[in-house]
């Protein structure tokens, strides 16, 4: 087990201008952590864990593992487990086999083999398909073959690349909590990338945002979703998306749906010298109110029935531009189509406030 | 949607036809194999007279077969398993790695499937006498001479057929098993070969082929104890008489290895062992 850290580490792909895949990623993992790395395609969050595997240069920087320095050092030297995405599994071996297969190469007497393998078979549940090949075996099967491949290495590190997306969605659920149970039990320190963010809420004791190769925002689940470091990580985690609209400053307010949505004085404070400001609040934050009080004006669009709750879209005013927004109300006595709602925010700390240019927040409360 | 009829008869009579025209020979061949002598020198008899198993035995006898037999195995065999054994490591290279001049290998390689074969007769004589007085090695007449001389056939197309194969195998796996410790020759011998039998079996079969079969190269390049079946049965047509039934019973003998071979590797050129790799 050992922390991790990534100091400036930047891959640029040669061309021109230079891809700078991951840009000076700055980012420390404890010991025994679990870290997702979060991001769209495209974002740097795959090639930022195979820069730690090892599989892929750092052409700035460097990378550590525990104590020792790994930049320049070949995968099969870092003591690193990895699962892939498409599982990798060696087709012409027996699940045993694949499981115990870095052993062999590391001349571990054959017994203490096949102990530690039957070890893990348990753990996953895999007990009775250790002479199979991986061809014979189901999706969710395979799944845990490869997590029982890192685990049977007893590495200081797992890394996970997106192990859960060929799973169907139930599956995914359910080894969603295998994994991060079995994380928590072997105490390994884990970094685990992902494009999903429900993932990511759900596992990570942390989670690192990445936009364009860039580190967005590092933080507990709780803290990314309450506090998002700029308006990129709060459009990007939630679902449904935060409502987030570039939006006209007046008086003590801001102007939307013909109505002046009064901020908090450290908000006014931190916007001053701006006439606009990007206003960003989650659907579950806007509560609808009576008519006759004042608050924003919805017309509603479209109602999606979850059961518990429902999801009302519709339109909002913002400088005459009809503009999406979403609003989570009770599953029960819903708003008709056509209709006409009165929002008004929950509380003014869930009113979210970016710089209109940069993106970045503008109030820490 | 329901073919017409006229459709169906016209492919029954196609299909039916295509089967005459592979059967017969056969047929040909397995009769006349089995006739006396004097049965094969006068008018051709579809239905055989007399049946008789002399010519399998007579064969060996009458031309050296089974010292060409031992020189087509020898010599296709060496071909098949340097080809094999060369155009791995080669295909191994143009497929996981990126290095200068890589392209223009790759061009190369393929370039040398465009020319005829004959063209590179002359010029390999010439090399192969010249090495022969400059070094004293004898490569013409020799079975290490035939050997290299059909490596210059398969080796190209050998190497195209595995880069390709081992395109189709992911990287993913490779890099598993770097990363489960192996180094890049493990992986290659722990890893993707196992994974690429298919491909190498398919390897095997053609470069084997290609050296059984061969006459051009063969016929210039061999001397009297290094003369190959291809070769050796034209012998059975003297200045007296054609041996035909002889000759007959000698090409089913040869086409056995070729049908055994064939017969033993291809479970791998059906089945896609790397089914069950990823997702």
Known sequence: ?365 | MREPRWFQWVRGVGLCLLTLFTVIPLYVMVTTSVKPLSDVQDTFQWWPSVLTPQPYVDMWSTVRLADYFVNSVVVSLGAAAFSVLIALFAAYAISRYRFRGRDVFRFTVLSTQMFPGILFLLPLYLIYATVGQATGIVLQGSHIGLIITYLTFSLPFSIWMLVSYFDSIPVDLDEAAFIDGAGPVQTLWRVVIPAAKPGIAAVSIYAFMTAWGETLFASIMTDADSTTLAIGLREYSTQSTVYWNEVMSASLVVSIPVVLGFLALQRYLVQGLTAGAVK
Not at chain 1, 79 to 97: K, N, R, W
Not at chain 1, 119 to 125: I, K, T
């Open chain 1, 1 to 365: 087990m050992a922390e991790v850290e990534y100091r400036a580490a930047t891959r640029a792909y040669p061309s021109s201008p230079p891809v700078r895949a991951v840009d000076s990623l700055d980012l420390e993992i404890g010991d025994g952590e679990f870290l997702v790395l979060v991001g769209p395609s495209g974002s740097g969050k795959s090639t930022a864990l195979r820069m730690l595997a090892g599989l892929e240069e750092v052409d700035e920087g460097s990378i550590s593992i525990g104590a020792t320095d790994v930049t320049g050092t070949p995968p099969k030297s870092r003591d690193i487990a990895m699962v892939f995405q498409s599982y990798a599994l060696y087709p012409h071996m027996t699940v045993g086999e694949n499981m115990g297969f870095a052993l062999k190469l590391r001349k571990t007497p054959k017994d203490v083999i096949r102990s530690k393998v039957a070890e893990a078979a348990d753990m996953l549940d895999l007990r009775d398909f250790l002479d199979r090949k991986p061809r014979a075996l189901s999706g969710g099967q395979r799944q845990r073959v490869a997590m029982g491949r890192a685990i049977v290495r007893d590495p200081s590190v797992f890394l996970m690349d997106e192990p859960l997306s060929n799973l169907d969605a139930k599956l995914r659920v359910e080894t969603r909590a295998n994994i991060a149970g079995l994380q928590r039990e072997l105490g390994t320190t884990t970094i685990y990338v992902t494009h999903d963010q429900v993932e990511a809420m759900t596992m990570g004791d942390r989670v690192a945002v990445l936009d364009g190769g860039v580190l967005q925002q590092v933080a507990a689940p709780r803290e990314l979703y309450d506090k998002p470091a700029n308006s990129f990580v709060a459009g990007f985690i939630g679902s449904p998306a935060m409502n987030l609209e570039r939006v006209p400053l007046r008086g003590n307010g801001v102007v939307l749906g013909g109505h002046v949505v009064e901020l908090p004085r450290a908000a006014l404070a931190a916007a001053e010298g701006l006439d606009e400001v990007m206003f960003g609040v989650r659907p579950e934050a806007l509560l609808p109110v009576a008519d006759s009080e004042q608050g924003m004006r919805m017309n509603v669009e479209l109602v999606e029935e979850l059961g518990a709750d429902a999801l009302v879209i519709g339109s909002v005013d913002v400088s005459g531009d009809p503009k999406r927004f979403t609003v989570r109300t009770d599953g029960r006595g819903t708003p008709a189509i056509g209709e006409t709602l009165t929002l008004v925010p929950r509380d003014s700390e869930e009113v979210h406030l970016f710089h209109p240019s940069t993106g970045q927040r503008l109030v820490s409360y």
